[in-house]
Protein backbone atom coordinates (compact mmCIF):
# COMPACT_ATOMS: atom_id res chain seq x y z
CA UNK A 1 0.00 0.00 0.00
CA UNK A 2 2.59 2.58 1.09
CA UNK A 3 4.19 1.70 -2.31
CA UNK A 4 0.84 2.97 -4.45
CA UNK A 5 -0.96 5.29 -2.30
CA UNK A 6 1.79 8.41 -3.09
CA UNK A 7 1.87 7.45 -6.77
CA UNK A 8 -2.15 7.51 -6.68
CA UNK A 9 -1.87 10.88 -4.44
CA UNK A 10 0.32 12.69 -6.96
CA UNK A 11 -1.96 11.55 -9.73
CA UNK A 12 -5.21 12.98 -7.62
CA UNK A 13 -3.20 16.35 -6.96
CA UNK A 14 -2.62 17.12 -10.53
CA UNK A 15 -5.92 16.54 -11.65
CA UNK A 16 -7.17 18.88 -8.75
CA UNK A 17 -5.27 21.40 -10.07
CA UNK A 18 -6.35 20.96 -14.25
CA UNK A 19 -10.03 21.92 -12.49
CA UNK A 20 -8.48 25.17 -10.51
CA UNK A 21 -7.54 25.73 -13.78
CA UNK A 22 -10.60 25.72 -15.60
CA UNK A 23 -12.43 27.86 -12.99
CA UNK A 24 -9.76 30.84 -13.58
CA UNK A 25 -9.65 29.99 -17.19
CA UNK A 26 -13.38 30.43 -17.31
CA UNK A 27 -13.31 33.99 -15.45
CA UNK A 28 -10.20 35.35 -17.80
CA UNK A 29 -12.38 34.02 -20.64
CA UNK A 30 -15.82 35.82 -19.46
CA UNK A 31 -12.84 38.59 -18.73
CA UNK A 32 -11.42 39.06 -22.51
CA UNK A 33 -14.94 38.35 -23.69
CA UNK A 34 -15.93 41.66 -22.34
CA UNK A 35 -12.85 43.72 -22.83
CA UNK A 36 -11.87 42.30 -26.30
CA UNK A 37 -14.94 41.51 -27.49
CA UNK A 38 -13.91 41.14 -31.23
CA UNK A 39 -10.57 38.79 -30.33
CA UNK A 40 -12.84 36.48 -28.29
CA UNK A 41 -15.38 36.45 -30.85
CA UNK A 42 -12.49 34.93 -33.19
CA UNK A 43 -11.47 32.14 -30.85
CA UNK A 44 -14.97 30.75 -31.02
CA UNK A 45 -13.26 27.57 -32.91
CA UNK A 46 -10.74 26.07 -29.83
CA UNK A 47 -13.70 25.56 -27.73
CA UNK A 48 -15.76 23.63 -30.68
CA UNK A 49 -12.29 21.53 -31.01
CA UNK A 50 -12.47 21.13 -27.57
CA UNK A 51 -16.07 20.01 -27.43
CA UNK A 52 -15.11 17.81 -30.66
CA UNK A 53 -12.57 16.21 -28.80
CA UNK A 54 -14.72 15.12 -26.07
CA UNK A 55 -17.70 14.03 -28.18
CA UNK A 56 -15.37 11.81 -30.11
CA UNK A 57 -15.01 9.74 -26.85
CA UNK A 58 -18.73 9.28 -26.35
CA UNK A 59 -19.71 6.52 -28.50
CA UNK A 60 -16.70 4.55 -27.55
CA UNK A 61 -17.34 5.30 -24.16
CA UNK A 62 -21.25 4.08 -24.38
CA UNK A 63 -20.24 1.54 -26.21
CA UNK A 64 -17.63 -0.51 -24.40
CA UNK A 65 -19.62 0.26 -20.68
CA UNK A 66 -22.96 -0.86 -22.10
CA UNK A 67 -21.52 -4.09 -23.86
CA UNK A 68 -19.64 -4.51 -20.77
CA UNK A 69 -22.50 -4.30 -17.90
CA UNK A 70 -24.74 -6.10 -20.45
CA UNK A 71 -22.54 -8.68 -21.28
CA UNK A 72 -21.50 -9.83 -18.42
CA UNK A 73 -24.75 -10.32 -17.20
CA UNK A 74 -25.68 -14.18 -16.91
CA UNK A 75 -29.52 -13.48 -17.40
CA UNK A 76 -30.98 -10.99 -19.45
CA UNK A 77 -34.27 -10.72 -17.13
CA UNK A 78 -31.74 -8.51 -15.04
CA UNK A 79 -30.76 -6.23 -17.81
CA UNK A 80 -34.44 -5.73 -19.00
CA UNK A 81 -35.67 -4.85 -15.17
CA UNK A 82 -33.23 -2.46 -14.83
CA UNK A 83 -33.54 -1.17 -18.45
CA UNK A 84 -37.53 -1.01 -18.32
CA UNK A 85 -37.41 0.52 -14.61
CA UNK A 86 -35.65 3.28 -16.01
CA UNK A 87 -37.50 4.05 -19.03
CA UNK A 88 -40.36 4.10 -17.15
CA UNK A 89 -38.91 6.56 -14.33
CA UNK A 90 -37.47 8.85 -17.66
CA UNK A 91 -40.85 9.00 -19.00
CA UNK A 92 -42.44 10.25 -15.69
CA UNK A 93 -39.97 12.34 -14.96
CA UNK A 94 -39.92 14.14 -18.48
CA UNK A 95 -43.43 14.19 -17.58
CA UNK A 96 -43.21 16.62 -14.38
CA UNK A 97 -40.19 18.86 -16.07
CA UNK A 98 -42.81 19.00 -19.08
CA UNK A 99 -45.75 20.27 -16.63
CA UNK A 100 -43.61 22.21 -14.19
CA UNK A 101 -42.03 24.23 -17.09
CA UNK A 102 -46.04 24.66 -18.64
CA UNK A 103 -47.27 25.78 -15.28
CA UNK A 104 -44.30 28.37 -15.09
CA UNK A 105 -44.26 29.90 -18.60
CA UNK A 106 -47.80 30.69 -18.30
CA UNK A 107 -47.93 32.23 -15.02
CA UNK A 108 -44.90 34.53 -16.43
CA UNK A 109 -45.99 35.05 -19.96
CA UNK A 110 -41.74 36.89 -20.13
CA UNK A 111 -42.56 37.17 -24.27
CA UNK A 112 -45.12 39.89 -24.12
CA UNK A 113 -44.12 43.57 -25.28
CA UNK A 114 -41.12 42.13 -27.34
CA UNK A 115 -40.55 43.43 -30.95
CA UNK A 116 -38.98 40.86 -33.68
CA UNK A 117 -36.48 42.37 -35.93
CA UNK A 118 -35.82 41.05 -39.78
CA UNK A 119 -32.25 39.70 -38.55
CA UNK A 120 -33.61 38.45 -35.68
CA UNK A 121 -36.14 36.65 -37.91
CA UNK A 122 -33.65 34.96 -40.57
CA UNK A 123 -32.10 33.34 -37.54
CA UNK A 124 -34.84 31.15 -36.42
CA UNK A 125 -35.33 29.83 -40.63
CA UNK A 126 -31.45 28.65 -40.26
CA UNK A 127 -31.75 26.74 -37.08
CA UNK A 128 -34.70 25.23 -38.68
CA UNK A 129 -32.81 23.65 -41.12
CA UNK A 130 -30.39 21.99 -38.39
CA UNK A 131 -33.61 20.59 -36.64
CA UNK A 132 -34.46 16.98 -36.64
CA UNK A 133 -37.71 16.20 -39.05
CA UNK A 134 -40.13 13.60 -38.56
CA UNK A 135 -41.13 11.57 -35.76
CA UNK A 136 -40.87 8.72 -38.66
CA UNK A 137 -37.29 10.17 -39.47
CA UNK A 138 -36.29 9.96 -35.72
CA UNK A 139 -37.11 6.01 -35.25
CA UNK A 140 -35.98 4.86 -38.83
CA UNK A 141 -32.59 7.02 -37.85
CA UNK A 142 -32.47 5.01 -34.78
CA UNK A 143 -31.03 1.67 -36.87
CA UNK A 144 -27.02 2.33 -38.22
CA UNK A 145 -25.90 1.80 -41.90
CA UNK A 146 -23.25 -0.78 -40.42
CA UNK A 147 -22.57 -2.35 -37.08
CA UNK A 148 -19.29 -0.54 -37.31
CA UNK A 149 -20.91 2.67 -37.94
CA UNK A 150 -22.68 3.52 -34.98
CA UNK A 151 -19.43 3.85 -33.60
CA UNK A 152 -18.74 6.81 -36.23
CA UNK A 153 -22.08 8.32 -37.10
CA UNK A 154 -22.21 10.68 -34.10
CA UNK A 155 -25.86 9.24 -33.46
CA UNK A 156 -25.84 8.33 -29.75
CA UNK A 157 -29.41 5.72 -30.13
CA UNK A 158 -27.39 3.99 -32.73
CA UNK A 159 -24.41 3.38 -30.35
CA UNK A 160 -27.03 2.30 -27.45
CA UNK A 161 -29.24 -0.45 -30.13
CA UNK A 162 -25.65 -2.03 -31.31
CA UNK A 163 -24.07 -1.85 -28.11
CA UNK A 164 -27.46 -3.79 -26.42
CA UNK A 165 -27.11 -6.54 -29.36
CA UNK A 166 -23.40 -7.32 -29.02
CA UNK A 167 -24.39 -7.19 -25.44
CA UNK A 168 -27.58 -10.26 -25.59
CA UNK A 169 -25.00 -11.88 -28.21
CA UNK A 170 -22.42 -12.28 -25.60
CA UNK A 171 -24.67 -13.33 -22.76
CA UNK A 172 -26.12 -16.07 -25.26
CA UNK A 173 -22.73 -16.97 -26.54
CA UNK A 174 -21.92 -17.73 -22.38
CA UNK A 175 -18.20 -18.75 -21.79
CA UNK A 176 -17.01 -18.41 -25.21
CA UNK A 177 -17.94 -14.71 -25.25
CA UNK A 178 -15.53 -14.69 -22.12
CA UNK A 179 -12.39 -13.34 -24.19
CA UNK A 180 -14.67 -11.24 -26.07
CA UNK A 181 -15.93 -8.95 -23.11
CA UNK A 182 -11.84 -9.28 -21.36
CA UNK A 183 -11.14 -7.61 -25.09
CA UNK A 184 -13.40 -4.96 -24.55
CA UNK A 185 -12.90 -4.29 -20.83
CA UNK A 186 -9.17 -3.33 -22.24
CA UNK A 187 -10.66 -1.40 -24.74
CA UNK A 188 -12.58 0.84 -22.40
CA UNK A 189 -9.26 1.22 -20.08
CA UNK A 190 -7.47 2.52 -23.43
CA UNK A 191 -10.78 4.78 -24.49
CA UNK A 192 -10.52 6.37 -20.55
CA UNK A 193 -6.77 6.84 -20.90
CA UNK A 194 -6.86 8.96 -24.36
CA UNK A 195 -10.35 10.77 -22.53
CA UNK A 196 -7.82 11.92 -19.65
CA UNK A 197 -4.64 12.98 -22.15
CA UNK A 198 -7.96 15.63 -23.92
CA UNK A 199 -8.78 16.50 -20.67
CA UNK A 200 -5.79 18.53 -19.83
CA UNK A 201 -6.97 20.47 -22.69
CA UNK A 202 -9.87 21.78 -21.02
CA UNK A 203 -8.25 24.62 -19.31
CA UNK A 204 -7.71 25.95 -22.86
CA UNK A 205 -11.46 25.15 -24.32
CA UNK A 206 -13.23 26.49 -21.38
CA UNK A 207 -11.48 29.77 -21.93
CA UNK A 208 -12.37 30.16 -25.59
CA UNK A 209 -15.70 28.61 -24.99
CA UNK A 210 -16.57 31.83 -22.23
CA UNK A 211 -14.45 33.98 -24.29
CA UNK A 212 -16.71 33.96 -27.63
CA UNK A 213 -19.75 33.48 -26.17
CA UNK A 214 -19.61 36.87 -23.75
CA UNK A 215 -17.86 38.59 -26.44
CA UNK A 216 -20.70 37.57 -29.36
CA UNK A 217 -23.50 38.34 -26.58
CA UNK A 218 -22.36 40.73 -24.31
CA UNK A 219 -24.04 42.62 -21.57
CA UNK A 220 -26.87 44.15 -23.60
CA UNK A 221 -27.67 41.41 -25.26
CA UNK A 222 -28.54 39.71 -22.63
CA UNK A 223 -30.59 42.55 -20.48
CA UNK A 224 -33.53 42.20 -22.81
CA UNK A 225 -34.15 38.66 -22.33
CA UNK A 226 -33.36 38.64 -18.26
CA UNK A 227 -37.00 37.37 -17.35
CA UNK A 228 -36.90 34.38 -19.76
CA UNK A 229 -33.46 33.40 -18.59
CA UNK A 230 -33.63 33.76 -15.03
CA UNK A 231 -36.89 32.40 -14.57
CA UNK A 232 -35.36 29.45 -16.51
CA UNK A 233 -32.65 28.93 -14.21
CA UNK A 234 -35.09 29.12 -11.35
CA UNK A 235 -37.49 26.67 -12.62
CA UNK A 236 -34.07 24.60 -13.31
CA UNK A 237 -33.25 24.68 -9.57
CA UNK A 238 -36.51 24.29 -8.08
CA UNK A 239 -37.21 20.75 -9.92
CA UNK A 240 -33.52 19.71 -9.47
CA UNK A 241 -34.11 20.83 -5.43
CA UNK A 242 -37.40 20.62 -5.00
CA UNK A 243 -38.76 17.30 -6.72
CA UNK A 244 -34.92 15.31 -7.43
CA UNK A 245 -33.69 16.33 -4.21
CA UNK A 246 -36.77 15.34 -2.42
CA UNK A 247 -37.49 11.96 -4.08
CA UNK A 248 -34.13 11.01 -3.60
CA UNK A 249 -33.91 11.82 -0.12
CA UNK A 250 -37.28 10.14 0.50
CA UNK A 251 -36.28 6.83 -1.18
CA UNK A 252 -32.78 6.42 -0.58
CA UNK A 253 -31.81 8.94 2.07
CA UNK A 254 -29.39 10.41 0.49
CA UNK A 255 -28.89 14.04 0.71
CA UNK A 256 -28.58 15.81 -2.71
CA UNK A 257 -25.97 18.44 -1.79
CA UNK A 258 -23.63 15.23 -0.97
CA UNK A 259 -24.09 13.96 -3.99
CA UNK A 260 -23.60 17.22 -5.85
CA UNK A 261 -20.52 18.05 -3.75
CA UNK A 262 -19.16 14.51 -5.16
CA UNK A 263 -19.83 15.22 -8.74
CA UNK A 264 -18.63 19.14 -8.18
CA UNK A 265 -15.77 18.73 -10.78
CA UNK A 266 -18.27 17.41 -13.60
CA UNK A 267 -20.72 20.09 -13.03
CA UNK A 268 -17.67 22.74 -13.50
CA UNK A 269 -16.97 20.76 -16.50
CA UNK A 270 -20.65 20.85 -18.09
CA UNK A 271 -20.82 24.59 -17.38
CA UNK A 272 -17.40 25.94 -18.92
CA UNK A 273 -18.32 23.37 -22.33
CA UNK A 274 -22.17 23.92 -22.43
CA UNK A 275 -22.43 19.72 -23.05
CA UNK A 276 -23.65 17.13 -20.52
CA UNK A 277 -21.37 14.78 -22.75
CA UNK A 278 -18.58 16.35 -21.45
CA UNK A 279 -18.84 14.39 -18.36
CA UNK A 280 -20.31 11.48 -19.24
CA UNK A 281 -17.88 9.27 -18.85
CA UNK A 282 -16.41 10.74 -15.73
CA UNK A 283 -20.46 10.16 -14.23
CA UNK A 284 -19.81 6.22 -15.00
CA UNK A 285 -16.58 5.75 -13.13
CA UNK A 286 -18.10 8.00 -10.45
CA UNK A 287 -21.22 6.27 -9.88
CA UNK A 288 -19.36 2.78 -9.88
CA UNK A 289 -17.13 4.26 -7.67
CA UNK A 290 -20.20 5.38 -4.98
CA UNK A 291 -21.40 1.66 -4.64
CA UNK A 292 -23.51 1.30 -7.84
CA UNK A 293 -23.09 -1.94 -10.06
CA UNK A 294 -21.34 -1.83 -13.02
CA UNK A 295 -24.69 -3.60 -14.49
CA UNK A 296 -26.91 -0.64 -13.60
CA UNK A 297 -24.39 1.96 -14.40
CA UNK A 298 -23.58 0.85 -17.68
CA UNK A 299 -28.01 0.65 -18.51
CA UNK A 300 -28.82 3.71 -16.57
CA UNK A 301 -26.36 6.46 -17.47
CA UNK A 302 -26.27 6.03 -21.25
CA UNK A 303 -29.82 5.97 -21.48
CA UNK A 304 -30.30 8.67 -19.24
CA UNK A 305 -28.67 10.84 -21.77
CA UNK A 306 -30.67 9.81 -24.62
CA UNK A 307 -34.01 9.69 -22.74
CA UNK A 308 -33.88 11.60 -19.49
CA UNK A 309 -34.38 15.10 -20.83
CA UNK A 310 -35.23 16.91 -17.70
CA UNK A 311 -33.41 20.48 -18.22
CA UNK A 312 -34.68 19.60 -22.25
CA UNK A 313 -38.05 19.61 -21.46
CA UNK A 314 -37.92 22.07 -19.29
CA UNK A 315 -36.36 24.52 -21.96
CA UNK A 316 -38.89 23.40 -24.96
CA UNK A 317 -41.43 24.37 -23.29
CA UNK A 318 -40.56 27.66 -21.74
CA UNK A 319 -39.33 28.57 -24.84
CA UNK A 320 -42.02 27.78 -27.12
CA UNK A 321 -44.37 29.94 -24.70
CA UNK A 322 -42.23 32.62 -24.50
CA UNK A 323 -41.75 32.69 -28.47
CA UNK A 324 -46.11 32.37 -28.84
CA UNK A 325 -46.06 35.21 -26.46
CA UNK A 326 -43.26 37.76 -28.04
CA UNK A 327 -44.80 37.52 -31.49
CA UNK A 328 -48.65 38.27 -29.83
CA UNK A 329 -49.35 34.34 -31.35
CA UNK A 330 -50.29 32.49 -27.97
CA UNK A 331 -50.84 28.79 -27.53
CA UNK A 332 -53.50 27.14 -26.33
CA UNK A 333 -52.75 24.41 -23.56
CA UNK A 334 -54.07 21.37 -25.98
CA UNK A 335 -51.30 22.83 -28.84
CA UNK A 336 -48.82 23.33 -26.01
CA UNK A 337 -49.26 19.96 -25.03
CA UNK A 338 -49.22 18.61 -28.70
CA UNK A 339 -46.15 20.72 -30.11
CA UNK A 340 -43.98 19.38 -27.09
CA UNK A 341 -44.83 15.91 -26.86
CA UNK A 342 -43.62 16.25 -30.26
CA UNK A 343 -40.49 17.92 -29.80
CA UNK A 344 -39.60 15.75 -26.12
CA UNK A 345 -39.77 12.76 -28.65
CA UNK A 346 -37.78 14.51 -31.77
CA UNK A 347 -34.93 15.36 -29.22
CA UNK A 348 -34.01 12.15 -27.78
CA UNK A 349 -30.18 11.26 -28.41
CA UNK A 350 -28.93 14.87 -28.35
CA UNK A 351 -29.46 15.23 -24.96
CA UNK A 352 -25.77 15.81 -24.26
CA UNK A 353 -24.81 17.96 -27.57
CA UNK A 354 -24.56 21.64 -27.58
CA UNK A 355 -27.19 23.72 -29.34
CA UNK A 356 -29.32 20.68 -29.97
CA UNK A 357 -32.11 21.96 -27.89
CA UNK A 358 -32.27 25.30 -30.10
CA UNK A 359 -32.53 23.00 -33.32
CA UNK A 360 -35.32 20.67 -32.03
CA UNK A 361 -36.87 23.80 -30.65
CA UNK A 362 -36.90 24.99 -34.52
CA UNK A 363 -38.15 22.01 -35.45
CA UNK A 364 -40.91 21.79 -34.00
CA UNK A 365 -42.55 24.66 -34.17
CA UNK A 366 -41.71 24.64 -38.09
CA UNK A 367 -43.65 21.22 -38.19
CA UNK A 368 -46.65 22.23 -35.67
CA UNK A 369 -46.78 26.43 -36.10
CA UNK A 370 -45.00 27.61 -38.52
CA UNK A 371 -45.74 30.91 -38.46
CA UNK A 372 -43.94 30.91 -35.13
CA UNK A 373 -40.53 30.05 -36.31
CA UNK A 374 -39.49 33.39 -37.18
CA UNK A 375 -39.52 33.63 -33.13
CA UNK A 376 -36.30 31.24 -32.42
CA UNK A 377 -34.59 34.08 -33.41
CA UNK A 378 -35.48 35.71 -30.08
CA UNK A 379 -33.48 33.22 -27.78
CA UNK A 380 -30.71 32.39 -30.16
CA UNK A 381 -28.21 35.24 -28.06
CA UNK A 382 -28.89 33.62 -24.73
CA UNK A 383 -29.63 30.17 -25.83
CA UNK A 384 -25.65 29.22 -25.38
CA UNK A 385 -26.45 30.25 -21.15
CA UNK A 386 -29.79 28.78 -21.32
CA UNK A 387 -27.98 25.08 -22.75
CA UNK A 388 -25.29 25.04 -19.64
CA UNK A 389 -28.64 25.08 -17.74
CA UNK A 390 -30.34 22.41 -19.40
CA UNK A 391 -27.02 20.33 -19.46
CA UNK A 392 -27.07 20.30 -15.68
CA UNK A 393 -30.26 19.95 -15.19
CA UNK A 394 -29.83 16.46 -17.29
CA UNK A 395 -26.95 15.61 -15.82
CA UNK A 396 -28.34 16.35 -12.49
CA UNK A 397 -31.11 14.01 -13.02
CA UNK A 398 -29.11 11.45 -14.67
CA UNK A 399 -27.18 10.92 -11.40
CA UNK A 400 -29.87 10.77 -9.54
CA UNK A 401 -31.87 8.18 -11.51
CA UNK A 402 -28.91 5.81 -11.20
CA UNK A 403 -28.69 6.46 -7.77
CA UNK A 404 -32.60 5.45 -7.50
CA UNK A 405 -32.70 2.55 -9.96
CA UNK A 406 -29.93 1.13 -8.25
CA UNK A 407 -31.97 1.49 -4.88
CA UNK A 408 -34.71 -0.16 -6.57
CA UNK A 409 -33.23 -3.44 -7.83
CA UNK A 410 -31.18 -3.30 -5.18
CA UNK A 411 -27.62 -3.27 -6.87
CA UNK A 412 -26.25 0.00 -4.78
CA UNK A 413 -23.86 -0.74 -1.92
CA UNK A 414 -25.09 1.86 0.81
CA UNK A 415 -21.78 1.29 2.85
CA UNK A 416 -19.82 2.25 0.69
CA UNK A 417 -21.85 4.67 -0.60
CA UNK A 418 -21.55 6.42 2.81
CA UNK A 419 -17.62 6.32 2.85
CA UNK A 420 -17.83 8.11 -0.60
CA UNK A 421 -20.09 10.85 0.18
CA UNK A 422 -18.91 11.72 3.54
CA UNK A 423 -15.26 11.71 1.48
CA UNK A 424 -13.65 8.93 3.20
CA UNK A 425 -13.26 7.26 0.03
CA UNK A 426 -12.30 9.59 -2.15
CA UNK A 427 -12.31 9.25 -5.85
CA UNK A 428 -8.85 8.62 -7.30
CA UNK A 429 -8.86 9.87 -11.03
CA UNK A 430 -5.72 7.57 -11.43
CA UNK A 431 -8.57 4.51 -11.35
CA UNK A 432 -10.36 5.62 -14.79
CA UNK A 433 -7.27 4.40 -16.88
CA UNK A 434 -4.25 2.88 -14.51
CA UNK A 435 -6.95 0.19 -12.60
CA UNK A 436 -5.52 -3.24 -13.89
CA UNK A 437 -3.31 -2.16 -16.38
CA UNK A 438 -0.39 -3.95 -14.81
CA UNK A 439 -2.59 -7.40 -14.14
CA UNK A 440 -2.98 -10.50 -16.09
CA UNK A 441 -6.25 -10.79 -17.75
CA UNK A 442 -8.88 -12.22 -15.80
CA UNK A 443 -9.90 -15.66 -15.94
CA UNK A 444 -13.79 -14.96 -16.32
CA UNK A 445 -15.93 -12.02 -16.75
CA UNK A 446 -17.04 -12.58 -13.65
CA UNK A 447 -13.85 -11.45 -12.07
CA UNK A 448 -12.94 -8.25 -14.09
CA UNK A 449 -16.53 -7.12 -14.94
CA UNK A 450 -18.64 -7.29 -12.37
CA UNK A 451 -18.36 -4.89 -9.12
CA UNK A 452 -15.52 -5.87 -7.02
CA UNK A 453 -16.05 -6.89 -3.64
CA UNK A 454 -14.74 -4.25 -1.22
Request: proline residues 4%; hydrophobic residues 50%.
Amino acid sequence: MSTTSPEATVKRDRTHYLYIAVIVAVVLGAVVGLVFPDFAVGLKWIGTTFVALIKMMIQPVIFCTLVIGVGSVRSAASVGKVGGLALAYFLTMSTAALAIGMVVGNLLDPGKGLNLSDDVAGVGKEQAAAAHGSTTEFITGIVPDSLLSSLTSGEVLQTLLVALLVGFALQAMGRAGEPILIGIGHLQRLVFRVLAMIMWAAPVGAFAAIAAVVGETGVDALKSLATIMIAFYITCAVFVFGVLGLLLKVVTGVNIFQLFKYLGREFLLIVSTSSSESALPRLIAKMNHAGVEKTTVGVVVPTGYSFNLDGTAIYLTMASIFIADALDKPLSIGEQVSLLLFMIIASKGAAGVTGAGLATLAGGLSSHRPELLDGVGLIVGIDRFMSEARAVTNFAGNSVATLLIGHWTHTTDYAQLERVLSGEDRFDEATMVDDHDTSPPPASPAEELTPATR
